[in-house]
């Protein structure tokens, strides 16, 4: 067995860049195809889902396996080699058997114990069959994952240690709050028609929403979808189909909206979650480096803040309007007066300390040199140049007024509800700045999900996944002896026909009872002088570093390489054939 794994997700890389490495389905036919094209590999399976890459493969040579795969994986992806070195992890052997079959229980989801990962692999198997990527290695692997995958499901509880990412997520926008009781009288908006979003609207639909709104690019699957959540038996839905031109309309009078397509760029801007949201609260940006709305209230209603600027105190000497305008600040900020005419400065600092330009007074006693004195009648010209380069080197005045607090308004509760479950993202990130809006994506359930206790029946699923690792290695490690053992017999049965002509050239008269009888016994001679060394020969492959007694058994016969080989080929043809007609 030779079997590589090079792959990244969610425990190896942030989320920002197993987003930019995400692959279409396009791009990862393209990845199947080029793999097994490459020297190294001659199987090749991808296992792509919302938090990993994963390419699996059958390989003569670790190391160049290794780089290939890296390359492979680099160049389909779209994120340099170097950059996407960091996060990439291998497994190789049993490693790797035992990395697929964890996998496939839950062990390494993002959500411990979540089940949908068994259809994703199921699916990466059809496309390697479909694309005959995957030999008797890939076949038997995958295949066994998704019986461990089951068995675990079945035989323990690892199903109260998780759950499915659309209901782990839902829960994230519930707040910890009942799903149920957060659902009920919804309208939900479902885009996407594919495996998740079917899941997502057959959650909600079962949640309680009122009503299930599915668009999707091909209007037929959306209305597939739609009719299925009609007639479901443990809802009462009502469901309907829109185009995707629809979904900004959908969109305003929608209170969640569960988003996981294949686009490959925006589905949902900011721009449009926000108008979708205004005309039930006031949407602001949230963000620090955002100006806020001034002019909105405590309740997100406009007209209840106080105006910050210096405008309306009196005496000011600058053109605060035109400031303001410009530099995007209040006056009170020091970024506001930067770069001003060394008399603007004059000006400003004056008043700022309250002191009265031209007052006709002396100058304080122990002000400061380099600075304005206010009741200086007339401040020297090397004080104002000394102001004017502080200003220039350091982009800045010297206030001494602190800026007044500016009043926020408080977030309101959230009025819409948004979960992205594509990668790469649907939703701009840009929307958790929106007040009134709710979005939890990938990002945020990998934070959430960072802390989340285990079941103890993760522990009894580690068991049942290093013995079906060992049980498929042994199974293996045999079955690679296999062909060298029947080529054995074959070649002792072309002996003993040779034998048995050589006889009946030299006993021409012998009758066909007793040449039948000689026979059977030469044979049964063979059978028991080869019984016991081909049992002990395969029981010993099937231990650990046991591929090398095939190799003796070659050796100690002088069994022809090319005769193995074809035995090993038959039996591929076999395999294949009994399952295309499975």
Not at 478 to 503: F, N, S
Request: proline share 5%; glycine share 8%.
């Amino acid at each position: 067995m030779s079997l590589l794994v090079v792959g990244l997700s969610h425990r190896s890389a942030p989320v920002s860049v197993l987003e930019r490495a995400s692959l279409n389905a396009d791009a990862q036919v393209k990845l199947l195809q080029d793999t097994v094209a490459a020297e190294p590999a001659t199987e090749a399976a991808v296992l792509a889902t919302c938090n990993r890459i994963e390419l699996y493969a059958d390989v003569d040579k670790f190391h160049a396996g290794v780089a290939e795969l890296s390359t492979l994986l680099a160049q389909h992806s779209g994120v340099g080699l170097e950059e996407l070195t960091p996060y990439l992890y291998v497994h190789y052997e049993d490693r790797a058997v035992h990395h697929l079959f964890s996998v496939a229980c839950g062990l390494d989801s993002m959500v411990v114990g979540e089940g949908q990962i068994l259809g994703q692999i199921k699916d990466s198997l059809a496309r390697a069959q479909d694309l005959h990527s995957a030999g008797r290695l890939l076949n038997d692997l995958f295949q066994q994952a998704l019986r461990v995958g089951k068995r675990a499901h079945s035989e323990t509880g690892i199903d109260r240690a998780g759950q499915s990412l659309v209901t782990f997520g839902l829960e994230q926008l519930a707040q910890g709050g009942d799903i149920q009781e957060w659902a009920r009288g919804k309208t939900a908006l479902v885009i996407g028609a594919g495996s998740m979003s079917s899941l997502a609207a057959a959650t909600l639909a079962r949640a309680g929403v009122a009503e299930v709104v599915v668009a999707n690019r091909t209007f037929d699957r959306a209305e597939r979808l739609a009719r299925i959540l009609m007639e479901g038996d443990d809802t009462d839905v009502a469901a309907r189909a829109v185009p995707m031109e629809s979904v900004p309309a959908e969109l305003t009078r929608a209170d969640v909206a569960v988003s996981c397509t294949g686009a490959t760029g925006l589905v949902l801007t900011a721009e449009a979650v926000a108008a979708a949201a205004e005309g039930r609260t006031a949407v602001l940006w949230a963000d620090a480096g955002e100006e806020p709305d001034r002019t909105a209230g405590p309740d997100g209603q406009r007209g209840n803040l106080p105006d910050t600027s210096l405008g309306n105190e009196d005496g000011c000497p600058l053109d605060l309007t035109s400031v303001q305008s410009t530099a995007g600040f209040s006056v009170l900020g020091e970024a506001a007066v930067a770069g001003m005419a060394a008399a603007d400065l004059e000006q400003h600092a004056a008043w700022v300390d309250n002191g009265a330009v031209g007052g006709g007074a002396q100058r304080t006693a122990g002000a400061r040199p380099g600075t304005i004195d206010p009741l200086d009648p007339a401040p020297d010209a090397d004080a104002i140049a000394a102001l004017a380069a502080t200003a220039a080197a350091v982009g800045r005045i010297p206030e001494r007024r602190r800026p007044e607090p500016v009043e926020e308004p408080p977030r309101p509760q959230p009025v819409l509800f948004l979960l992205d479950l594509a990668m790469p993202r649907d939703i701009d990130a840009a929307v958790h700045r929106l007040a009134g809006v709710r979005l939890v994506d990938i990002e945020s359930l990998a934070e959430a999900s960072a802390g989340a206790p285990m079941a103890a029946d993760v522990d009894q699923v580690r068991r049942i996944v290093s013995d079906e690792v060992a049980a498929f290695g042994a199974a293996l490690r045999a079955a690679h002896i296999t062909p060298t053992v029947v080529a054995l017999r074959t070649m002792a049965a072309d002996v003993v026909a040779g034998e048995i002509a050589r006889l009946d050239g030299r006993l021409p008269g012998l009758d066909d009872k007793h040449r039948a009888e000689i026979t059977q016994t030469v044979r049964r001679v063979v059978d028991k002088l080869l019984h016991a060394p081909t049992v002990r020969v395969k029981q010993l492959a099937a231990e650990p570093g046991g591929a090398g007694y095939a190799d003796a058994l070659r050796t100690l016969f002088d069994l022809d390489p090319e005769t193995v080989a074809a035995v090993s080929r038959a039996e591929d043809s076999t395999t294949e054939k009994n399952r295309g007609s499975a």
